[in-house]
C-alpha cells in the first residue's frame, strides 16, 4: 500500500513566488500540492479549510495578518501544523520570530528544487531543517537560558542528552535511532521528555537551547 503524499500549502504574496515553489514540487510524486493563499489570512483560512501537512509561509506580507501572526494562528488552532518559513529576508530577528511562533524550517525563496522538496519531507516529520548560516544567526539573538533553568545536564538524563546533541546535528528520529542504537519508539520518548523538561516547545528551539548551552556545537553536524 503507497504512503500518502505530503500536501503542501503555499502561502506569499508575491505570484512568480509562488509559481517558482510549485515548479520545484511538481515533480516530487511523494508531495502533493493542495492550495494557495497569498496573505496571512487566506492562509490562516486555508489551513482550517484544507488541513495541510505542512504549510510553506511568506513572513513579510501585506494586509493586517503577517506572516508570522499567521504562523502563530495556525498553531494556536492547529497545535501540529507543520510551518517552513519561505522568505528572502535575512533580517534575522524577523526569521527569529517566525521561529518562536513555531515555525520547524527555514527556505529561501532561490533555494533549489531539490533542497526544497528535502525541506518538505524533514518538515512532515516534524525535523528542523535550518541552514548553518540561519543558526549562527539565531544563536546570537537566543537568551543563554530557555523557561527552565539550568544547563540541560542538570535536566536530563544520559540518555536524552544523547538524544539532544543528535537533535542538534538535525538528525530525524529514525537517524536518531540508528545513531545511539535506539528504537525509533524510544527516541519519541525521549524528545517528548527533553521539550517538558527544558520547557520549550519544539525541536528547533530545543536545538537552539542545545547549541546555545554549549552541549553541542554547529561543528558537529
Known sequence: MSQKPIRVLIV??????RIGIRAALVDADDIELVGEACDGEEAVAASERLRPDVILMDLVMPGGLDGVEAIRAIRERQSDAKIVILTGTTVTEVILAGVQ??????LDKTTADVEVSKVVR?????EPSFPPEITHKLLRFVPPTAAAQGHPRDLLTKSELAVLRQVAKGLT???IADEIHLAEGTVRTHMTHILSKLGVDNRVQAAL???RSGLASL???
Do not use: P, S, T, W
Request: charged share 25%.
Open 122 to 126: 524533514r518538515a512532515a516529520r516534524g
Open 12 to 17: 506569499d504574496d508575491h505570484k512568480i513566488a
Open 219 to 221: 561543528a558537529d553536524g
Open 173 to 175: 528520529n529514525q537517524e
Open 209 to 211: 537551547y542545545a547549541l
Open 101 to 106: 511562533a513555531g515555525a520547524v524550517g527555514f
